[in-house]
């Protein structure tokens, strides 16, 4: 993953370890769906900005968001909130693992 600021820099280590901190403790926690904010280039799920800084955004997922999915979480965003409800209320129902 690669993140720059609006000055430029990279600052890409910093949202990997934030990433793998909101793993560890999605993890820790037994969390299998996360509804992450759409955009950000940590949590956008479906669309993250492009990197212009001018609001335009661009199909892609942010460093959390993609690191969750390889764990194999269910990830996402605010708008879909009708889809992780259908989706807890599935693994709800479902026998202990």
């Known amino acids: 993953a ?6 430029g820099h990279v600052v890409s280590a910093a949202f990997v370890a934030g990433a793998r901190q909101a793993l560890a403790l999605a993890q820790a926690r037994d969390v299998r769906v996360a509804l992450l904010k759409e955009g950000s280039p940590s949590c956008g799920s479906q669309r993250i900005y492009d990197g212009r800084f001018a609001g ?39 026998p202990p693992r």
């Open 2 to 7: 690669q993140v720059l600021d609006a000055q």
């Open 56 to 94: 335009v955004r661009q199909p892609g997922q942010g460093v959390t968001a993609a690191l969750l999915r390889e764990a194999g979480l269910q990830v996402f965003s605010e708008a879909q909130w009708e889809q992780a409800d259908q989706l807890l209320a599935w693994l709800d129902a479902q």
